[in-house]
């Protein structure tokens, strides 16, 4: 037999059917769904008379546009109110279970996943969300999908696709101490350029890769959308197992031992190739900051703002110039030298507890400096319940942060969580795009230990500076 | 979905790269729960700039968008589609798309038509000299035409996104043609993989 790769394994086995000239019917194992993409796929449901094919494989959650704070009263936003009423109404009619707002399940769409042990190595995992692909960290074939696609997920719990492309990230050295997964995938993305990944699925090996928590994996899997790709894995080891062992969701008894054989055999073959390769030595990184207004164009925290000049590709060099004006930065200017506004630490990307115990080791003792506007969203309401439990929030209050409930929230700025027109941002989220925490703001991704850091000081600044 | 053959009208050229959904259609309007209405809502940020290639003479009326590589990266928002459907889009012309993108686009009724830089460049310098000049693009033959000076370039679709465009396909039916296959499948999957209970 010829060596398989972790992304074929998990494709054969959902192939449903290989119509002549159509791309084939994937059966999916997992679709979750949230309030934003959802209202016109139930919509275009029940104007066809169709029917959710699977609610038991179907699960919703609030996240993009709830508040996160004074969750116990109405929501404020009528827009936002009608879109939620909407999610609950179409989840009642349809017999799918909603972890809604105040519910201790509540949460970002990729973290409860994960959390409830629902996503499971070698699954198909789709949500009309690009972020789906943090799932992958499992083992898992996960992406996002639109609104029409998740109407079909409703109604025939498959997808039509053309198999992508197969990416090997391998990433070599170990991280230096004061490097993260974060900063780990800002510079696969500086490699790969943000279209770099378009028509692959990812998978990113290694010593590096291997080394990393699940927490760092699916940081990693989650941004593999920011470098094009379809989707991002990782092959599930002891350290997959040992996260989902005893999970709700997870297998039990001697369906865990089923399940664990399968597992194991999911890894790719040796031998196998890739149609395309890039490797990255981990132990060159450093703490990145994001200076543009895409995720690739990040340096290390030591660096300098670019000058377009230097950039040897027309369009790459327009872009940086437009980069640079929106947001108002000089080529040469030291990075630690940018003072900022507004802390952003949570999202699907960084708001699981691994990533709030580093950002309040950093801030323990410290407080936030007096211009800086700084907020903690954990991803899920479990993960604040968790935090808490631990004395997290403590660390976060004390210095002058405020502590909110879990959400989406100034991630993409669809709640209230907004900047200000010229404001600027250190978020741990994963988009610097123009406008994406709130028209005229300007984002820059960073980890959380260097959100936490630049909180204190005000500017740029990475833990071992304060 | 309406069935899309031959799209004729004027032409905008967007000609920058890595044009991402929030920029299509900002985050504040996905709060609409049906799939029009989006058309102020299209580019708004970037419509504030009376420079800006939408609110040139005209440009109300084009049908078709011309953009750089990876046009509609970022966010899986179909909103992006329906706001530049609702606004009179009906094809964008482009060296490569974001894949959820062009998946949406297709869903919707939209054409993403894939050229290369090289036919790119050649239709940006086409509409830089007039930028009325009529444009067609036919889905049947996969080209991108300007008829005035004779300019034809061939751009990239997959039989099946063709079929399905010109035929305007409802594609929930097409697949539920393999229901006895999805049956099937359902009684082999392994009793261990999770089930959602109801709470």
């Known amino acids: 037999m010829t060596a398989q790769r972790l992304f074929d394994k998990v494709w054969d086995r959902h192939v449903v059917a290989s119509p002549e000239g159509e791309p084939v019917l994937l059966y999916i194992d997992l679709h979750l769904i949230h309030e934003v993409t959802s209202p016109q796929a139930f919509e275009g449901l029940d104007l066809a008379r169709r029917e959710v094919r699977r609610p038991d494989l179907t699960l919703a959650t609030m996240d993009h546009d709830v508040p996160t704070i004074g969750i116990d009263k109405p929501i404020e936003d009528p827009m936002a109110a009608e879109q939620i009423a909407r999610l609950r109404d179409n989840c009642a009619k349809h017999n799918i279970t909603l972890h809604a707002l105040g519910s201790v399940e509540q949460g970002i769409v990729h973290v409860i996943g994960p959390q409830l042990g629902l996503t499971q190595p070698g699954m198909t995992v789709v949500c009309g969300d690009s972020h789906t692909s943090t799932h992958g960290a499992f083992g898992a074939l996960a992406f996002g999908i639109g609104t029409s696609e998740v109407e079909h997920v409703l109604a025939t719990q498959t997808l039509r696709q053309v198999k992508p492309a197969a990416m090997a990230v391998n990433v070599t050295g170990e991280l230096p101490p004061g490097c993260t997964a974060k900063d780990l995938v800002l510079g696969i993305i500086r490699t790969l350029g943000t279209g770099g990944g378009v028509g692959s699925v990812i998978e990113y090996r290694g010593p590096a890769i291997r080394a990393l928590s699940m927490e760092g994996r699916m940081t990693v899997c989650n941004m593999s959308i920011e470098g094009g790709a379809r989707a991002g894995m990782i092959a599930p080891d002891d350290t997959t197992f040992a996260f989902l062992e005893g999970r709700k969701y997870s297998p039990q008894g001697a369906d865990w031992e089923n399940a664990l054989d399968f597992w194991r055999s999911l890894a790719t073959d040796p031998g196998a190739q890739f149609d395309h390769e890039i490797t990255i030595d981990a132990a060159a990184l450093r703490p990145a900051v994001t200076w543009g207004t895409n995720p690739a164009q990040s340096v290390s925290i030591d660096d300098v703002v670019p000058d377009p000049a230097t950039l040897a590709i027309d369009s790459q060099r327009q872009l940086a110039e437009r980069a640079l004006t929106y947001m108002d930065l000089k080529p040469g200017t030291a990075i630690r030298d940018i003072g900022i506004d507004t802390v952003f630490i949570g999202s699907c990307t960084n708001g699981r507890l691994e990533d709030l115990r580093e950002a309040a080791e950093v801030v323990r003792g410290r407080t936030v400096h007096p211009r800086v506007r700084a907020m903690v969203v954990p991803g899920s309401a479990r993960v604040k319940a968790a935090a808490e439990a631990e004395g997290l929030d403590k660390y976060f209050i004390d210095a002058g942060f405020e502590w909110r409930s879990a959400g989406c929230s100034m991630c993409l700025g669809m709640n209230g969580d907004i900047l200000a027109p010229g404001e600027r941002s250190a978020s741990t989220s994963n988009r610097n795009f123009e406008g994406r925490q709130g028209p005229g703001g300007r984002t820059h991704l960073v980890s959380p230990a260097v959100a936490a850091a630049t909180a204190v000081a005000g500017h740029f600044s990475a833990p071992g500076d304060l | ?199």
């Open chain 2, 1 to 199: 979905m309406e069935a899309v053959q031959q799209i004729s009208g004027r032409a905008v050229a967007l000609n920058r790269r890595d044009v991402d959904t929030d920029q299509i259609i900002p985050a504040a309007w996905l709060k609409l729960v049906g799939r029009t209405g989006f058309a102020d809502g299209l580019f708004s940020a970037w419509r504030t700039d009376p420079s800006f290639v939408l609110n040139q003479p005209g440009a109300d009326t084009a049908k078709i968008l011309v953009s750089g590589a990876n046009f509609g990266c970022g966010s899986s928002r179909e909103h992006a589609v329906w706001a530049l459907q609702d606004y009179g889009f009906r094809a964008v012309v482009a060296p490569s798309f974001a894949d959820i993108f062009r998946n949406n686009c297709i869903n919707s009724g939209v054409v993403p038509a894939r050229v290369s830089d090289e036919a790119a460049e050649r239709i940006f310098g086409a509409l830089a000299a007039d930028p009325h000049a009529e444009t067609v693009v036919d889905v049947a033959a996969r080209t991108v035409n300007i008829p005035a000076i004779g300019l034809t370039e061939t751009f990239e679709l997959s039989d099946f996104a063709q079929w399905q465009l010109v035929e305007g396909l409802d594609d929930i039916a097409l697949t539920l043609r393999h229901d006895t296959s999805i049956e099937a499948y359902e009684a082999d999957r392994p009793d261990w993989l999770p089930k959602v209970r109801a709470e």
